[in-house]
């Protein structure tokens, strides 16, 4: 439930002749707000026997009517905040921060009576998150493919944390509405761990970890194995592509991973990261860590039908196969190389090759003259293309229609793109990082440099590659579905669990 829908049934929820006024308009928010409200508890309060006023409580949400007709306040638990909005007005909010301390009747431990180990996967972070973005969607992908017990060791339950108090629940109804294509069944309530359940947290999250630590600490101790998935360290060795706050927020969360069970990167490159990060900022005596590494899957979730998407029936898609299409997919942000690709284009563009520019990704940060530009560029829409916030389907459909995948990103953890490309059989041009190297082998076209001209020298010679039949293949690179980079992942953790047993 978003903000809109709140806001929807903050307006709406009032007697029949109001409601009359806004159904036609918000016909899809009324009938929201109808299922949702017969679903809130309700208490009536009276003052010397004139009702006065009527609350609605649905989940963190509190709507207030005065005198039961007249919406008065929007009270909502949005991640560790509180706000209270007047209309569309926020009026006040109070932000919490810093370490939860154990009440006297935290007892979140239990007997284990069960036959197969429980990996709790904490989904807090997706929650504040946009899942169709970068490190979200991976996330996303990844319970998904945890959820369907691809090696049948675990039973994998999502979890969030408790708000204003430690300790965590079971969230099966919240990873549904985050993940649309989430095969999932279970009970919400409060989660009791057993020595040897594994909890997950998938994507870095300061806040949650920081509020949490002391009930995290507390499980560890009681031999509840925790462990991070870390992607890259990249706001640490390129400061200046990121606001100067995540520099802190990143080396803040990164101190806390070290103090429990361990890390899984991404990749190996990652994991090399982390242990030369480690090294160099943690004492010797707190670095007995387990570290390891695994792979992202490449396939494709449909979340969502769009109805008929044939070359014909969509100008764009068939703009891209009518000539020689360069794809890029990643969030436009400074270090993914937007501007010098561009650029080469442009020069490219200006000597007479015809061939497309797709970009595919939404907006980032500091980044606002470069989309200024993309939207005003003469060739947008000719051989220029910026598609934002498209769906999974059209995406798959793009891929299709590419002729290569450009990644000229500066800094990477992995490189969704790259193993997206290959599983659909595409050339990849790949700047020349240990990462991509690590992915893609001999399989790739490598470039370097910083400036539009060694990228467009690699265009063009590529170009001329395929005219000959020299191109490289991605034929050869390993890819990996979602339950296979599961599966790997899982394997991982039973290497930890190896290692702690001969001890």
Known sequence: MNKNTLFYIYLCYIKAWYIRFFKKKYATEYRNMRTIMKKAHVRTLYLFGIKFMRIYEYEKNRIIFLFGLFPALLITEIDAKTCVYLGCIELWKEKR????QLSDDFAPMEKDLR????????IDALKKSQAGAGIPRTAANLLAALMKEC???YDVIPVRSA???TGFFSAFHDARSIVPFLEASGEDGPVRFSAGDILLFPIPDLEGV???YHALKFLKKHGVRIYF????LIVLR???FFDASLYKEITDWLLYTSEFNGIVAISRASEQEYLCWMRKNVAEIDRKIFTSWFHLGADIRMTERIGDLSDSSDPTLAALKNRITFLEVSTIEP???HKQALAAFEALWAKGMDANFVIVGKQGWKMDAFCRRLKSHPELGKRLFWLEGISDEYLDKVYEAASCVLFPSEAEGFGLAVVEGARRGKPLILRDLPVFREIAGDHATYFSGLNPQPLADCLETWLEDLKNGRVIPSSGIKILTWEESARMLLSRLADDDTQSQTK
């Open 229 to 232: 998935i870390v992607y890259d």
């Open 115 to 122: 036959e197969r180990q429980r990996l709790f996967y904490n």
């Open 238 to 240: 390129h400061p200046e």
């Open 151 to 153: 090696d049948g060791a």
């Open 335 to 337: 270090r993914k190389g």
């Open 163 to 165: 708000i204003r108090k």
């Open 97 to 100: 921060t810093g370490k939860l």
């Open 210 to 212: 920081e509020a949490q």
